[in-house]
């Protein structure tokens, strides 16, 4: 349940909501907008209580009920766009799109290093790169993991970048988040409450993969997870979805991003290297995600994609990127961002 209190709201009045929430059980959270106070009642049973309940307390503007399963990622509880602040200046979400780049994992120091300082001069902002790689078999490379973890931390510390890496373990967040500006939940644990909710727990920002076979809707009220717990700092990732068509890796789903903006006030991002399965359809996706209204993307680059340990045949070359930023600037002008 949404409760709008009217403009110039007290404290007192917003205390008075937060009482009554309590004594029926349920917990609240505030969104301090800047014109309105919302007050989002959650718990499980929120619809067997009359709107009344709420609606006759003082201060109370009006009071809806939240049809969706997802609550305090949905456009009902905030109105306006989120946007999260990372470290060294950058923010996602607002009129710029942010391009997060590097390989998929981190290899070594001069691979990183050099992949880093390329991708920052051809306009990346973000430095990605896997220290811990969820694989799909046991037998496949894991990830550098701890030393992967310094070797981003290093390329923070040198090009003044900020840094995004994947968090697979609860027991790590800590670990991770001191080492990284933005931590990464991987498509394969989009429902991994467990970690959801330490994530959640962390103030570190976070880019919520979509599961590969999950629906929007699913992956909104994973969102909730995160914000449940305080962390507001959520990136959504749209990285393709499991479909009948195998020419590409993955389906990506364009429509994800109008539907979000119309469902939820958190940013997304397009990562169409997961999605495409091939360099060669990586511009093609990138391209088409800005004209739909991603705030950002995600893309896979490699100094010798053929040699690269994981995800090769999907990164880009140095040159391949290099290329591609300057394709997308007129097509981020088209639709009034800039990149
Ligand atoms: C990755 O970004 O390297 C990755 C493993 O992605 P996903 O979780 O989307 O498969
Ligand atoms: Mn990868």
Same mark, same amino acid.
């Given at each position: 349940?949404?409760?709008?209190?009217?403009?110039?709201?007290?404290?007192?009045?917003?205390?008075?909501?937060?009482?009554?929430?309590?004594?029926?059980?349920?917990?609240?959270?505030?969104?301090?907008?800047?014109?309105?106070?919302?007050?989002?009642?959650? %718990?499980?049973?929120?619809?067997?209580?009359?709107?009344?309940?709420?609606?006759?307390?003082?201060?109370?503007?009006?009071?809806?009920?939240?049809?969706?399963?997802?609550?305090?990622?949905?456009?009902?509880?905030?109105?306006?766009?989120?946007?999260?602040?990372?470290?060294?200046?950058?923010?996602?979400?607002?009129?710029?799109?942010?391009?997060?780049? %590097?390989?998929?994992?981190?290899?070594?120091?001069?691979?990183?290093?050099?992949?880093?300082?390329?991708?920052?001069?051809?306009?990346?902002?973000?430095?990605?790169?896997?220290?811990?790689?969820?694989?799909?078999?046991?037998?496949?490379?894991? %990830?550098?993991?701890?030393?992967?973890?310094?070797?981003?931390?290093?390329?923070?510390?040198?090009? %003044?970048?900020?840094?995004?890496?994947?968090?697979?373990?609860?027991?790590?967040?800590?670990?991770?988040?001191?080492?990284?500006?933005?931590?990464?939940?991987?498509?394969?644990?989009?429902?991994?409450?467990?970690?959801?909710?330490?994530?959640?727990?962390?103030?570190?920002?976070?880019?919520?993969?979509?599961?590969?076979?999950?629906?929007?809707?699913?992956?909104?009220?994973?969102?909730?997870?995160?914000?449940?717990?305080?962390?507001?700092?959520?990136?959504?990732?749209?990285?393709?979805?499991?479909?009948?068509?195998?020419?590409?890796?993955?389906?990506?789903?364009?429509?994800?991003?109008?539907?979000?903006?119309?469902?939820?006030?958190?940013?997304?991002?397009?990562?169409?290297?997961?999605?495409?399965?091939?360099?060669?359809?990586?511009?093609?996706?990138?391209?088409?995600?800005?004209?739909?209204?991603?705030?950002?993307?995600?893309?896979?680059?490699?100094?010798?994609?053929?040699?690269?340990?994981?995800?090769?045949?999907?990164?880009?070359?140095?040159?391949?990127?290099?290329?591609?930023?300057?394709?997308?600037?007129?097509?981020?002008?088209?639709?009034?961002?800039?990149?």
């Amino acid at each position: 349940m949404i409760v709008e209190m009217r403009s110039g709201t007290t404290p007192e009045e917003i205390d008075g909501i937060k009482q009554r929430a309590k004594s029926l059980g349920f917990s609240v959270q505030l969104n301090l907008g800047t014109d309105k106070v919302v007050v989002a009642i959650l %718990g499980g049973n929120t619809g067997q209580v009359p709107t009344d309940v709420f609606a006759v307390l003082p201060g109370v503007d009006s009071v809806t009920r939240i049809m969706k399963p997802y609550k305090l990622a949905s456009r009902t509880f905030k109105k306006e766009d989120s946007v999260v602040s990372i470290g060294g200046g950058v923010s996602i979400g607002g009129k710029r799109i942010v391009v997060m780049a %590097g390989p998929c994992a981190v290899e070594s120091e001069q691979q990183l290093l050099t992949t880093a300082e390329a991708v920052k001069q051809s306009g990346a902002s973000v430095l990605r790169g896997g220290a811990f790689k969820p694989r799909t078999s046991p037998f496949s490379f894991q %990830g550098m993991e701890r030393a992967g973890l310094k070797l981003l931390a290093r390329a923070r510390e040198k090009l %003044g970048m900020p840094v995004i890496t994947e968090v697979v373990d609860s027991h790590d967040v800590g670990l991770v988040s001191k080492h990284a500006d933005i931590l990464q939940v991987g498509s394969r644990n989009m429902q991994n409450f467990t970690l959801l909710t330490r994530v959640g727990k962390s103030r570190c920002p976070v880019l919520l993969k979509r599961g590969f076979s999950c629906t929007v809707t699913e992956w909104l009220t994973a969102a909730d997870y995160l914000l449940a717990e305080g962390n507001s700092q959520v990136i959504l990732c749209e990285r393709g979805i499991r479909t009948f068509e195998d020419s590409a890796r993955f389906s990506l789903d364009i429509s994800s991003i109008p539907v979000v903006k119309k469902s939820s006030h958190l940013p997304i991002v397009v990562d169409p290297s997961h999605a495409a399965g091939h360099q060669s359809l990586v511009p093609a996706m990138a391209k088409a995600a800005v004209a739909a209204g991603a705030d950002g993307l995600l893309i896979e680059v490699h100094l010798n994609p053929e040699e690269a340990l994981v995800d090769g045949a999907q990164s880009l070359t140095i040159a391949g990127f290099a290329r591609l930023m300057e394709e997308l600037a007129p097509i981020a002008q088209a639709v009034g961002r800039f990149i």
